[in-house]
């Protein structure tokens, strides 16, 4: 054989070893469930990493001017009459806070002191800052809000939904004759100081907030988000996990106890939503009923009159 056929020769039979040798090495990964190793490529730049913060409620601006040399910052917010030295020094420091956000727009060289007012109807002077050098701001403090009470107190929600927490309910045994008998709701209930002050912080005045307004506001002192949901429901969100919320209002002549098909229409509601978890909130009392409801489906629970202190309680805050 010619030198030039045997070396073709030979370079077929290398090429048919090689093609035989490299299927049986696949069939031998695939039998044994090992991965072909991925040809390596250039790796794209790693995106920086940003901090992710919890957001929590802050008070509303309703105002801001600059007057000379003063930054006013007005907040709606329901103040008390007798005042309240917490409430008034989270104010001041978020006065402090919304002037450096917008510093970038402000005049700053010239701007002398920073002043917080709140109030609803009467407005009124809560705090007052100079600053030592005109157009520095003082440093941003990293210290405990009352608006985060995570850190003081029980997750309220989760404690109505833990294994613990079995579901109860007193049958109704008051004569309810009359359609108006219902007081107000703050009348009943026993607010710890630190939430009184964070849901006035927030804009909530416990003093005439509906049932809805109360928890939805505590629950956003927890890190929960809240946001609307129909026309009178709420969604909460926190750690992934969304709770679907509705508020039956109670008003003047109103039945002073939750209907059947107000509980029908929050269940079947609820069904819908993909929500974990359902929270049906009311100043009404609750029926006899909605025990049955929620040991067939606990991943509902009924808020009414009668368990809102116990939710408050719940939070374990002085």
Do not use: C
Request: aromatic share 6%; charged share 25%.
């Amino acid at each position: 054989m010619p030198a030039g056929q045997a070396f073709i020769v030979a370079a077929v039979i290398l090429i048919v070893v090689a093609v035989v040798l490299s299927r049986r090495r696949q069939a031998l990964r695939a039998e044994l469930g090992i991965e072909a190793p991925e040809k390596k490529r250039k790796a794209a730049p790693a995106a920086p990493q940003v901090a992710m913060e919890i957001d929590h409620a802050r008070p509303v601006v309703a105002d801001f001017q600059i007057d000379g040399g003063t930054a006013v910052v007005r907040f709606d917010v329901p103040y008390p009459t007798g005042g309240d030295e917490v409430l008034a020094e989270l104010l001041m420091g978020e006065a402090i806070e919304v002037v450096r956000e917008r510093r970038h727009h402000l005049p700053m060289p010239s701007l002398a002191q920073v002043v917080a007012l709140a109030g609803r109807g009467e407005t009124i002077e809560v705090g007052r800052t100079r600053l030592d050098t005109p157009g520095q701001l003082p440093p941003k403090l990293d210290r405990m809000s009352i608006l985060n009470l995570s850190v003081l107190g029980r997750d309220p929600l989760q404690q109505s939904f833990s294994d613990e927490a079995a579901p109860e309910i007193a049958p109704s045994t008051m004569g309810r004759e009359r359609r108006d008998e219902l007081k107000p709701l703050i009348d009943e209930l026993r607010l710890p100081k630190a939430i009184d002050t964070g849901l006035r912080a927030q804009g909530v005045d416990p003093a005439s907030a509906s049932a809805g307004e109360l928890v939805t506001g505590v629950l956003k002192l927890f890190g929960y988000q809240i946001s609307p949901a129909g026309m009178s429901g709420w969604v909460a969100n926190k750690g992934g996990e969304r709770t679907y919320i509705v508020e039956d209002r109670y008003k003047p002549g109103d039945h002073p106890e939750l209907d059947d098909s107000v509980i029908r229409r929050f269940m079947v509601e609820f069904s819908t939503t993909g929500a974990s978890r359902g929270l049906l909130v009311s100043e009404k009392y609750g029926p006899f009923d909605v025990y049955m409801l929620e040991r067939r489906e606990p991943r509902v629970r009924f808020i009414t009159r009668e368990r809102i202190q116990k939710l408050i309680d719940s939070m374990a805050i002085s």
